[in-house]
């Protein structure tokens, strides 16, 4: 029989409830981050006179550009999209718009909630501040590697932009233990010979566990070799202490990494 | 070429069929009554009619089973999970490979003398991947069903078809991917297609000539009992499959199947009435399929509980008196004790969390308690266990199988319309997981990765005490497993899991004996057999049938 028991379930009994409560992650997050349902409500007006001759009613009828689902061209942060919007693009046919300041914020809105009325329309902020919060202020680059650059204790984030949602990402800054995947709890294991190995699991199984350690190794323990081993519903990551707009900022620059391109 | 190489070659031929001809017998249908006689051989999909897995073979024990070693491997050239179950008859073993192969191999070196290939029609439509569960064998001949509802007779020597024939409409979505079983002259089949609102059915052949004996359809028509358990024309498509083989008691000259979920699968709202007789089992008369008795686990199921775990047929006191009795470890979370001879529910305990009921009447009928819309039902969708065949040892009286714990999902319904040979569904399910977008588990294994974690659901092997309805031991894993259960006379218990770990068990105490790393999932159950004096072992584990037997 295998030596661990598992202490994980009261974990799951707990999500449970979340989910019986409601659409969880929506109504921990307070309005800095993102826009109100207002916003999205005039949006969805702005849209329809003004874009869905063009983009069509679903947002992806241009090549390259799918508004609903937040894939552009060249637009990463909400600036990037108000500019493009009342500036127009010279090398495309996007002409420029002329809109009032509630009404560029509801088209963001309208757009960030993909095109859902009741949606949640995160706001994404300035790419190259948020690097700098992440580098700097944020302190993130103390944990997570970025395009062959930091420790590899976290995650690697280099396509964080293409695999998470703006939501998913927020949700992360604000309550990383309710974003944590299960892969990635911090795990503690000591040996027979009494080294604690403390890391971040690639692959378990019955018998065995592989992990990156705080030293970088790959290692795969035999867990009837261990004698203790622990798997930490606690992130090593606490919640972030960043205003709302710097929140914004560090998670436009999440969306901006997209992996190799 | 000169005569005397020609000479040559023929002895070496000859030599060839001395080795396994004086074994080569027919497998009369006498042999496959008495299948328990002859455990050198694996004789049908589960062994024999009981359907025990239990083999009389004891040469493999656990003082020596740290003493197997790898004998021979053979791989899967098509891909994809399998499922197959081979059976092993006088040293050749016939298997089959997606999406209808057959092969017979030499059960001592994995050489293969012959493969029929059967390309399936391209309208075939299966729910859960093109999977083929085996052969059965009679006389000379090995029966395969097919992915686009075809059962074929082949020559079981050179692997040539002998009879070819349709069982069911490819076009309605109708599909076979169990073993057939044999009782008699006959060949029984049952058909797929639970997700397409096919109307199921189990149906008889004559193993001479493919000719229809018999057909038993699991929906009750217009004027037949149980047909009131359907409103409307919704039993015209209700589903109530019926994929893995059956079992047979001669004595009372029953044959049991297993029926699959009413459809659509997950709005149980759209079909009112018990829908007859989806998730039962089913007793008929093995001569005319007449129904003898029936015994429903989860009326009107919205979960997709299918009932079609193996009837494991085992006779034992019940209260202190012989019994003929059934034992069924069920998708819907509940261990079930029947008598074989009436039906009679006997007794029902739940072996994981169950919340879709919160208990079973006198007569074993669910009480229902349904979970709000966005709310886990426990167990999942794939169930407590699911058509894993499970194992019965008669000398430790504890009856195995693969269940999923911790495992939950939340269940959408919405109305489907009826579309001949469409997907039929009726809504869907989400895993229940512990953090938004975290991995869940799928319906196999596509990496050797585990991201989701023993978080969303874990395997374990149980060992229940039918008395009781209590486990006397349980053996955990980290994921889950499809994985089936092999028992021997030496008290070992064979079984896998997705991990690819294939564990040898002490069969009394669950205690881990042997193991191997064969690095992909196993989704079948192990076999036993002996060759000249020699016994082996022989499991699927991704693309691989590995066998194992004692260092010489």
């Known amino acids: 029989m295998p030596p661990f028991t598992r202490y994980t379930l009261v974990g799951a009994c707990a999500f449970a409830l979340l989910l019986a409560s409601g659409e969880q992650g929506r109504a921990q997050t307070s309005g800095d981050h993102q826009y109100t349902s207002a916003d999205i409500e005039a949006g969805s007006r702005v849209y329809a006179s003004d874009c869905r001759l063009c983009h069509g009613p679903a947002g992806a009828r241009v090549d390259g550009v799918d508004l609903r689902l937040g894939q552009f061209r060249r637009a990463v942060s909400d600036e990037d999209l108000r500019e493009i919007i009342t500036t127009g693009l010279s090398s495309s046919r996007m002409p420029a718009f002329d809109l009032l300041p509630a009404e560029l914020d509801g088209l963001v809105a309208y757009i960030r909630a993909g095109f859902d009325p009741s949606g949640v329309a995160v706001k994404v902020g300035n790419v190259a501040r948020g690097q700098a919060l992440f580098e700097g202020r944020g302190d993130c680059s103390g944990c997570h590697r970025v395009n062959g650059q930091g420790p590899r204790t976290a995650p690697d984030l280099s396509d964080i932009g293409a695999i998470r949602t703006p939501a998913a990402l927020q949700r992360a800054l604000l309550d990383p233990g309710s974003a944590l995947l299960p892969i990635n709890r911090p795990v503690r294991a000591v040996t027979r010979a009494g080294e604690t190995i403390r890391g971040r699991r690639l692959n378990e199984d019955t018998y065995t566990v592989q992990l990156i350690d705080s030293d970088d190794r790959l290692r795969s323990l035999v867990k009837a070799d261990l004698v203790e081993y622990e798997v930490s519903r606690t992130p090593t990551m606490e919640p972030t202490t960043l205003s709302g707009e710097e929140v914004a900022d560090v998670i436009g620059y999440l969306l901006s990494l997209r992996g190799m391109q | ?552």
Request: charged share 20%; aromatic share 12%; glycine share 12%.
């Open chain 2, 1 to 552: 070429m000169k005569p005397v190489q020609r000479s040559w070659l023929l002895s070496l031929v000859m030599g060839g069929v001395l080795v396994s001809g004086p074994l080569a017998a027919q497998v009369s249908y006498d042999r496959i009554l008495s299948a328990s006689d002859e455990p050198q051989n694996w004789l049908t999909y589960n062994g024999d009619y009981s359907s025990q897995r239990y083999s009389g073979l004891d040469q493999i024990t656990p003082d020596n089973v740290d003493d197997l070693e790898l004998q021979w491997m053979l791989q899967d050239q098509t891909f994809g999970a399998w499922q197959s179950n081979p059976i092993v008859v006088d040293g050749i073993m016939y298997i089959t490979e997606r999406p209808n192969d057959v092969m017979a191999v030499d059960a001592v070196t994995g050489r293969v003398f012959w493969l029929y290939r059967h390309t399936p029609s391209e309208d075939a439509s299966v729910c859960c991947g093109a999977n083929n569960r085996g052969v059965a064998i009679l006389g000379d001949k090995v029966f395969m069903g097919t992915l686009d509802a075809r059962l074929i007779a082949i020559d079981r020597i050179n692997g040539q078809p002998l009879w070819d024939i349709e069982v069911a409409d490819v076009n309605l979505a109708y599909s076979i991917t169990m073993a057939p079983l044999i009782v008699k002259d006959k060949v029984i089949v049952g058909v797929g297609g639970g997700e397409f609102g096919i109307r199921g059915f189990i149906a008889a052949y004559d193993a001479d000539t493919g000719e229809e004996a018999w057909r038993f359809y699991t929906i009750p028509g217009p004027g037949e009992p149980g047909h009131d358990t359907w409103e409307g024309d919704d039993w015209a498509h209700g589903g109530a499959p019926v994929w893995i083989t059956g079992s047979y008691d001669p004595d009372l000259n029953l044959t049991y199947w297993g029926v699959g979920n009413p459809g659509p699968d997950w709005n149980a709202d759209q079909r009112p009435g018990d829908n007859l007789y989806s998730d039962a089992v089913v007793a008929l008369n093995a001569d005319t399929g007449e129904l003898v008795w029936h015994f429903q686990f989860t009326p009107n199921d919205g979960y997709d509980y299918d009932s079609v775990q193996v009837p494991v047929l085992v006779d034992m006191d019940w209260n202190g008196v012989a019994s003929k009795l059934m034992l069924w470890a069920n998708r819907n979370g509940y261990f079930y004790v029947l008598d074989r001879v009436t039906g009679e529910f006997l007794s029902g305990t739940p072996f994981v969390k169950v919340n879709w009921s919160s208990g079973l009447d006198e007569n074993g009928r669910p009480i229902p308690t349904p979970q709000p819309p966005g709310s886990p039902t426990w167990p999942g969708n794939q169930g407590g266990t699911n058509w894993y065949p499970p194992s019965y040892s008669p000398r430790t009286g504890l009856f195995y199988f693969a269940a999923w714990e911790d495992y939950a999902t939340i269940y959408e319904k919405e109305e489907s319309i009826y579309r001949p040979g469409r997907s039929f569904l009726g809504g869907g399910f989400t895993v229940l997981a512990p953090v938004p977008g975290a991995a869940t588990i799928g319906i196999g294994r596509t990496t050797p990765i585990n991201n989701w974690t023993d978080e969303v659901g874990h395997g374990t092997v149980m060992a229940m005490n039918p008395h009781t309805g209590e486990l006397a031991w349980k053996f955990e894993q980290f994921d889950v497993s499809d994985s089936g259960m092999l028992t021997t006379k030496s008290d070992l218990l064979f079984t896998g899991g997705r991990e690819g770990h294939f564990h040898a068990l002490d069969a009394w105490t669950g205690e881990l004996l042997w193991k191997a790393s064969l690095g992909g999932q196993i989704v079948m159950a192990p076999i036993t057999f002996m060759v000249e004096g020699k016994q082996y072992v022989s499991v699927i584990s991704g693309h691989t049938l590995v066998t194992f037997a004692l260092r010489d």
